[in-house]
Nanobody, 120 residues
Framework: QVLLAESGGGLVQAGGSLRLSCVVNGNIFSINAMAWFRQAPGKQRDLVAS???????YYADSVKGRFTISRDNARYTVYLQTNSLKPEDTAVYYC??????????????WGQGTQVTVSS
């Protein structure tokens, strides 16, 4: 059973935009804060943005003002609108729960992620 399914990545020039989507198992989505993470080659996976069930958001400094996280409660989907992309945004992007901003539930297995590549 797939619990998290990311999509929407691609190759884009610097300054461009992409909208990432993550369809989440309903039982997981309904009670958890959800977040987007990213992992560049040879680096650790970092939190990019998070949104609580109530809609409160958090952004890493590196993406503040450029990325927007949102959630559609009817579709069990979390989105990441990425604007003004930079080459340093190149990474595999994953979604998952964010226990630091919601219930301390077990983190589901990671999905396959979606590759974002930004050319200069």
């Amino acid at each position: 059973q797939v619990l998290l399914a990311e999509s929407g990545g691609g190759l884009v020039q610097a300054g461009g935009s992409l909208r990432l989507s993550c369809v989440v198992n309903g039982n997981i989505f309904s009670i958890n804060a959800m977040a987007w993470f990213r992992q560049a080659p040879g680096k650790q996976r970092d939190l990019v943005a998070s949104i609580t069930t109530g809609g409160s958001t958090y952004y890493a400094d590196s993406v503040k003002g450029r990325f927007t996280i949102s959630r559609d409660n009817a579709r069990y989907t979390v989105y990441l609108q990425t604007n003004s992309l930079k080459p340093e945004d190149t990474a595999v992007y994953y979604c998952n729960t964010d226990p630091s901003r919601g219930p301390k539930t077990s983190i589901p297995p990671w999905g396959q992620g979606t590759q974002v590549t930004v050319s200069s």
